[in-house]
């Protein structure tokens, strides 16, 4: 072959090779599929020269991951696969500004579909066409593989692997300084390389449920028990609200400038309660719920080992326990107890009020929808002993936040009307989110009049807590999910309200003014599971005393 003809074969090469796909692939996605990455290294003006070394290296280790993979009936699907993710991410990240962690891959999977369907737009369908339909349809026109010999393929998808990964390594050190750098102080950035972002964390996924320990979850509390009652005390109903997305800097009770907790602000001092200081225990629901009901605390928590929660303790300790949802789902922390889903509710059903179910979603109001039948469908014996009502909120989730509030509980205008919140003026996100926040002060305020009409039969209390934050723009951040070591302060600080009427056996054995001394102190996810056993006097070996929030307040 003369030099001209190598040359003009190294400018036009054979596209029907599978390793030629891999790397125009890598190119495409590196480049375009990146461009919310650019822009963010961009406005942190770096320079080009680092861009480009930095667009270099992701173009080089995206082509040697996909050189391993280069084999004639394995590439196309994997790139069809992989350029569709890439379109979906490039979306998600340059609107919303997440990161794509293997705990996002877990969100996604537990996601329910009306969650999903808050997340479509014309925007994303457009993402989807250009930067995956379009190389998609050129990959899928290219001509059959030509043979060849396996291991002469073996052999040049390894060298393609090992010249990939060396370019990398001699960019990076071109660039190191900055790199490492810009590495450390922005450590989002390592989350938003797509689609190695996506291959990492599914992979990460996979291999946690492969080698993850199957069969039933591992016993907690097996000697769980019940402290006597004074003579003469009601039994228990601890009403335990699971919240959603609400921050807690966003209620005027934690000293917000706009009104968002009117019904509540109405409710003596001496019996409402909102503590100012409480983080949670993961950024998502998915990270957030497992932990808020395992003793464990957040930083010794194991995700990965399924064990027992509070309320099989609860159960076992002999108390009526019944969860109650809005959302997706429990995320099977009420496999073992009594449960019931709005979305069961007959909707159209006469007793059901109008507007309070649509398209197979309800306002959270819902979930006090004929409350005294549905308790009265547990064990009497139970009863007697006491009552655990877990309210598990739809609350403030994003990004529909108009969706969250009903027509009549919109005092924050104009609303944001579209999940596309970057195309609304910031004002109107926060008033959309807010309504969602007066929304749930509602909920509260009606839940704690349901538990005064309860107050002949047991000896009632609420403890609200959310699960996590979120974020609506500061930083260019929308909604949560953020990893934990780099989330910021709005994802993770939450709101906690304890609702107690000063009357109640609970209130009169502790201390007096020493609820009001929890206010201002530092609390977390870690308190939950120790403060309700407390509360309902149960007991067990994992209980901890010194995590129960109201411990120190007993006589
Ligand atoms: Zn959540």
Redesign the pocket.
């Known amino acids: 072959m003369s030099l001209l003809k190598r040359l003009l074969a190294w400018f036009q090469p054979d596209t029907s090779r599978p390793l030629t796909q891999a790397w125009l692939a890598a190119l495409w996605m590196g480049l375009a599929a990146n461009w919310p990455l650019w822009k963010q290294l961009q406005s942190l003006s770096l320079g080009p020269g680092f861009m480009l070394a930095f667009a270099g290296m992701v173009t080089a280790a995206t082509g040697a991951v996909l050189s391993l993979l280069a084999w004639p009936r394995l590439i196309k699907g994997v790139l069809v696969f992989l350029l569709l993710a890439g379109a979906a991410l490039a979306y998600f990240i340059g609107t919303y500004g997440i990161v794509f962690d293997p705990t996002m891959v877990v969100n996604m999977v537990q996601t329910d579909v009306r969650e999903t369907r808050d997340l479509l737009s014309w925007r994303l369908l457009a993402s989807l066409l250009v930067l995956g339909a379009l190389p998609i349809w050129w990959l899928l026109r290219r001509p059959r593989a030509p043979r060849q010999a396996f291991g002469k393929r073996l052999g040049g998808n390894l060298l393609a692997f090992g010249l990939g990964l060396l370019a990398m390594v001699v960019l990076a050190l071109s660039v190191f300084a900055t790199l490492s750098s810009t590495m450390r102080n922005h450590k989002s950035i390592r989350y938003m390389v797509t689609p190695l972002n996506a291959v990492y964390s599914v992979s990460i996924v996979g291999v946690r449920s492969l080698s993850g320990p199957k069969g039933p979850p591992a016993v907690i509390g097996a000697d769980a028990h019940l402290l006597p009652r004074a003579d003469g005390a009601k039994p228990p109903l601890l009403l335990l609200v699971v919240g959603?997305?609400a921050r807690a800097m966003n209620f005027s009770l934690n000293g917000y400038a706009r009104p968002t907790n009117p019904e509540l602000s109405k409710l003596p001092a001496t019996q409402l309660f909102s503590m100012r200081d409480v983080t949670s225990c993961g950024t998502?629901?998915?990270a957030?719920?497992p932990c808020m009901f395992a003793p464990q605390g957040r930083t010794t928590f194991d995700a990965d080992k399924p064990q027992e929660n509070l309320l099989d303790v609860l159960q076992r300790a002999g108390l009526a326990v019944l969860w109650l949802d809005n959302?997706s789902g429990c995320k099977g922390l009420c496999d073992r107890v009594p449960n019931s889903f709005t979305t069961q509710l007959p909707t159209g059903a006469a007793t059901l009020p109008a507007g309070l179910c649509n398209g197979g979603e309800c306002f959270d109001e819902a979930l006090l929808h004929e409350l005294d039948k549905r308790v009265a469908t547990l064990d009497p014996e139970r009863l007697q002993r006491g009552l655990v009502l877990v309210m598990h909120q739809m609350?403030s989730?994003g990004p529909a936040y108009f969706k969250r509030s009903p027509p009549d509980l919109k005092p924050f205008q104009p609303e944001c009307r579209s999940n596309e919140l970057q195309q609304c003026p910031r004002d109107q996100v926060v008033n959309g989110y807010d309504n969602t926040i007066a929304t749930t002060d509602r909920l509260l305020a009606r839940s704690i009049a349901w538990l005064q009409t309860q107050q002949a039969r047991f000896d009632v209390g609420m403890l609200y807590v959310?699960?996590?934050g979120e974020s609506l723009g500061e930083n260019g951040l929308y909604l949560?999910g953020m990893p934990y070591a780099i989330a910021p302060e709005e994802q993770t600080h939450v709101p906690m309200i304890v609702w107690l009427p000063e009357s109640g056996a609970l209130a009169t054995s502790l201390q007096p003014g020493c609820l009001a001394g929890l206010r201002d102190k530092a609390a977390s996810h870690d308190n939950l599971f120790h403060t309700a056993m407390g509360w309902v006097g149960a007991r067990a070996e994992v209980y901890k005393p010194e995590w129960d929030l109201l411990a120190g307040c007993r006589r």
Request: glycine residues 8%; proline residues 0%; negative net charge.
């Open positions: 959603e997305t998502a629901t998915a957030s719920l959302q609350g989730h959310s699960d996590h949560h």
